[in-house]
């Protein structure tokens, strides 16, 4: 899907979810306008085989700081915030590093489906006992089959 809306020069991007604490909103909306109303047009939309992580490089190095000046200079992964939506399928996903749930829904959703993803090392900041993939409240939704560690 991605690569669809890059072709017909549109800009795609993640959306981190609001802190916590009393603190300036920096979410940034991932589709302007014209993405938005393609989208709108879809029937459906598959999320697959991408990598949702933090800026972590390996070896103990992270391209950002854990904290830092201003919000988004700050190493933050999130996940997928699904909002207000159906006909979503997020499959063959790796989730590692985030500050928040894998997936998790907002508002009246409906007819998601969660499948064959691998998720480690995620919920950083959520209430102990948070569901990595969180649909609650989705109507028709499944989430099954995904890799999860045993105690997040």
């Keep these: 899907m991605a690569l669809f809306l890059a072709r017909e020069r549109l800009k795609v991007g993640l959306v981190a979810p609001a802190a ?90 409906h007819r998601l489906l969660v499948s064959g993803n691998i998720v480690t090392d995620c919920g950083r900041k959520l209430d102990k006992g948070r569901p990595l993939l969180d649909l609650e409240g989705a109507e028709d939704s499944i989430a099954k089959d995904n890799i999860l560690p045993a105690n997040p």
């Design 20 to 109: 916590s604490a009393p603190a300036p909103d920096v979410r940034a909306y991932a589709l302007n306008a014209r993405s938005r109303s393609l989208l709108e047009q879809l029937r459906f939309l598959t999320i697959s085989a991408n990598n949702f992580c933090n800026s972590y490089m390996g070896g103990g190095a992270d391209k950002r700081p854990k904290e830092g000046k201003t919000p988004m200079s700050i190493d933050e992964g999130t996940g997928v915030l699904l909002q207000e939506t159906a006909d979503i399928t997020i499959s063959g996903n790796n989730f590692g590093g985030l500050s928040s749930a894998a997936v998790w829904t907002e508002g009246k959703c």
